[in-house]
């Protein structure tokens, strides 16, 4: 067991974990109006905005949990195979083109290129 990089992943998927509860706590409950997505516009900010905002402020933590799960392989002494890697980055990608697909409802066009990033990752292994 690598300690170093078991405590990087726990770290890197706590950090994750608290960065999209406290966005949601402290930004987005106010520009939440009972929708999954927030909506409500925040003058300068029209609702779109928000929405790709929001989006890209999860994108970030679903970042950070594929490279915490990346780590953990590395803690535990896993080979770190391509298609480990691939696979880690495949998931965050297409968790990414998900939240920007449902975020913006398809409007914004990350979610293609995000989506595009995850089928070729995923299908190059």
Excluded: C, N
């Amino acid at each position: 067991m690598q300690t170093p990089y078991l405590i990087a992943a726990v770290l890197a998927a706590v950090t994750g974990l608290a960065h999209s509860v406290l966005g949601e706590t402290l930004i987005f409950r106010h520009l939440r109006d009972g929708r999954l997505v927030p909506a409500r516009r925040a003058p300068p900010l029209r609702e779109r905005h928000v929405r790709i905002l929001w989006a890209t402020w999860h994108l970030a933590s679903f970042f950070g949990w594929a490279f915490a799960g990346v780590l953990f392989q590395l803690a535990i002494g896993r080979p770190m195979s391509a298609s480990l890697v691939a696979g880690a980055i495949a998931m965050a990608y297409l968790g990414g083109a998900v939240l920007v697909l449902v975020g913006t409802k398809g409007r914004h066009p990350g979610w293609i290129a995000l989506t595009a990033v995850a089928a070729l990752t995923a299908s190059a292994t």
